[in-house]
């Protein structure tokens, strides 16, 4: 392929090359497993020490909050099945959204399976929780609220500060998938009443298979992987060394640069939506419009299939989405665009382009011209679209 232009940040980013060089001392000079007692160990825990640190404070946090694990999904299960087991004697009641990542909306299944109530909050047509209901939803036997931070396919940015003063006054604990969020927006743990947080090394140029999981101390949450006594006992297994290097690496350059950064993906961000809604008719954008991450924009085109767009964009060079990398394989329309009020066959199809420092304006306009010509080649093949034309010409 002569040409690729890469617009799926959501999914995963590039690696960034300073992340890179330093991890690849831990692969090779500093091997030694930082559990060992030994002075070659040594370097290996000092890493191991100094990352957790720098993903302590880029959330104001301290560095004996923060447990490894092997990425965002793991985090997620972490919170809610050890807040279930350790808070079921106080209730077994627990609240989200229906626009949560399925590591969250299968773990809550999961626990349904195991004797749990859950509440699914409804949201706005922008993906917006509705404070109100949460307040009303909120009962004595109601033990933990998990809340995205930012949604993974609109971008849409909740109200982090007002859900955990909420919670906060309520006596309930308050979780939020971070996952998509963390390095690309600030957030504070303490200013946001946040008790537990997920994040991941992958979604901000750093490796995969890393992540980790912020739980406020004195909270009771159990063991989740059993064995050594790594993470504080709390969660057993080797440290991923070389991983654990390249997420601190990531936070610190994605911290350091987040301003810069964030304005300008949002301002690209900007002339990609304005240039999409102005050129392509009966076109719509999904997420709230101002409070949506830097880098998101999420579309849906009426009287295609995204999945057919999604295929021809690939053969001209540029990568996309029409939602989840995690439910990739599934036909179904988004749960996330049909909780927003979306009917089927408009939410069909749809279009996720998210950008990174990386993308050029160059790479936002041809996207564009391409989607104008592959969306005005599928609607001419489209017998709904020829049935509109005829009743709007009528």
């Given at each position: 392929?002569?040409?690729l ?103 809550a ?69 971070a ?59 080797t440290?991923?060394v ?5 997420f ?43 409070k ?38 599934s ?21 996720r ?13 041809y ?28």
């Amino acid at each position: 392929m002569d040409k690729l232009i890469y617009l799926d940040n959501a999914a995963t980013t590039q690696v960034n090359p300073e992340v890179l060089d330093s991890m690849i001392p831990y692969f090779t000079q500093y091997y030694g497993n930082p559990s060992s007692i030994y002075t070659f160990a040594g370097n290996a825990k000092k890493a191991v020490d100094e990352a957790r640190a720098v993903l302590a404070q880029s959330i104001g946090a301290k560095s004996d909050e923060i447990y490894f694990t092997g990425g965002g999904s793991e985090s997620d299960n972490w919170a809610l099945k050890a807040t279930a087991e350790a808070y079921a004697d106080k209730g077994k009641h627990i609240i989200t959204t229906k626009i949560e990542h399925h590591a969250i909306l299968h773990t809550a299944e999961y626990l349904e399976k195991n004797g749990f109530e859950v509440t699914y909050l409804d949201v706005d047509e922008n993906g917006l929780v509705k404070l109100d209901e949460l307040k009303e939803a909120i009962r004595p036997d109601t033990i933990l609220v998990s809340i995205m931070a930012a949604n993974n396919e609109i971008g849409t940015i909740e109200p982090l500060k007002e859900i955990g003063e909420i919670t906060r006054e309520k006596g309930v604990l308050f979780h939020t998938d971070a996952v998509q969020a963390f390095g690309h927006i600030p957030i504070d743990v303490d200013e946001m009443n946040i008790d537990m947080l997920s994040a991941s090394g992958h979604k901000l140029e750093g490796p995969k298979g890393i992540g980790f999981l912020y739980i406020r101390k004195g909270i009771k949450i159990r063991s989740f992987i059993h064995g050594g006594a790594q993470e504080r006992q709390r969660r057993a297994g080797t440290h991923n060394v070389p991983g654990i290097v390249g997420f601190g690496m990531a936070a610190k350059l994605a911290l350091d640069d987040m301003e810069k950064r964030s304005k300008y993906e949002s301002e690209l961000r900007d002339h990609l939506i304005e240039r999409v809604l102005n050129e392509i008719p009966h076109s719509r954008l999904n997420g709230d419009r101002i409070k949506r991450l830097p880098n998101n924009a999420n579309f849906c085109f009426r009287f295609i299939e995204g999945e057919s767009l999604l295929i021809l964009l690939d053969q001209n060079g540029i990568c996309a989405s029409s939602g989840s990398a995690c439910t990739s394989g599934s036909l179904d329309p988004s749960h996330v665009l049909l909780a927003i009020g979306l009917p089927h066959e408009i939410a069909h199809g749809s279009l996720r382009l998210t950008l990174s420092e990386q993308t050029t304006r160059e790479d936002i306009d041809y996207t564009v011209d391409k989607i104008k010509e592959i969306v005005t080649r599928l609607r001419n093949m489209s017998p709904l679209y020829e049935d509109f034309i005829k009743k709007g010409s009528n």
